[in-house]
C-alpha cells in the first residue's frame, strides 16, 4: 500500500479559496457539520473563522468560553487541503464528552487512509504538547471513525448521549 503523504498546516490567509471551496464541498454532499473545524460550518466569512482560531491557539486570548486549541488543515502532496482536525488542550464541561479531538475528511477524498494519518500526525503535535492520551467521541455507527480510532490505539471508555443519540469515547495513549 502506498504511503499518504499529507501535512499538517495551521490555516492562513493564503488557504482562504482552497479553505472555502473545501467547506462548500461539504455542503454540496448535504453536510452541515464539519467536525473538528473549530466552527467553519457555521462562520460566515473566513477573515472572522481565522481570527477566532489564532485567539485560540494562545493562552492569553483563547475565548473565555473555549479552551486552547490548535486547528490544522490536512494537506496533500498537491497542496489541497483534504482533511481539518483539532486538538484541544483540556476538556472544559461542554467538551467532557465530545473530547480532545475532531475532524473531518473531504467527501471527495474519503476511503483513501487520510483519517488516520491525521490522526497519527495529531497524536504527534499531542505529544510535544505534553499530553498524555486523547480522548474521542464518535457515533457507534460512523463505521470509518470508529476503524480509525480503534486503528490509532483507541479503547473504548464509555457511552453518553449527544443530540438524543448514542455516542461512544474512546482513549487513545499517547
Not at 492562513?12 to 454532499?29: I, L, V
Not at 482560531?53 to 494562545?58: A, G, K, L, S
Not at 464518535?138 to 464509555?158: E, F, H, L, Y
Request: glycine share 8%.
Amino acid at each position: 500500500m502506498e504511503k499518504i503523504r499529507i501535512r499538517l498546516v495551521r490555516p492562513e490567509e493564503k488557504h482562504r479559496e482552497a479553505a472555502m471551496a473545501f467547506r462548500q464541498e461539504f455542503f454540496t454532499h448535504g453536510e452541515t457539520v464539519i467536525d473538528g473545524s473549530e466552527l467553519l460550518d457555521r462562520t460566515e466569512g473566513y477573515d472572522a473563522w481565522l481570527e477566532s482560531i489564532r485567539r485560540n491557539v494562545c493562552p492569553d486570548t483563547v475565548s473565555p468560553d473555549w479552551v486552547l486549541t490548535d486547528t490544522y488543515f490536512a494537506v496533500d502532496e498537491d497542496g489541497q487541503i483534504v482533511g481539518i482536525i483539532d486538538l484541544r488542550h483540556e476538556l472544559n464541561d461542554f467538551l467532557r464528552d465530545l473530547g480532545h479531538c475532531g475532524y473531518s475528511v473531504r467527501p471527495s477524498a474519503r476511503r483513501k487512509g487520510y483519517g488516520a494519518e491525521m490522526l497519527r500526525l495529531l497524536k504527534q503535535e499531542a505529544r510535544k504538547a505534553g499530553m498524555t492520551h486523547l480522548q474521542m467521541s464518535v457515533m457507534p455507527d460512523n463505521t470509518p471513525s470508529v476503524k480509525i480510532i480503534r486503528g490509532a490505539g483507541g479503547v473504548w471508555q464509555r457511552s453518553f448521549v449527544f443530540a438524543g443519540q448514542t455516542a461512544d469515547i474512546y482513549t487513545i495513549d499517547l
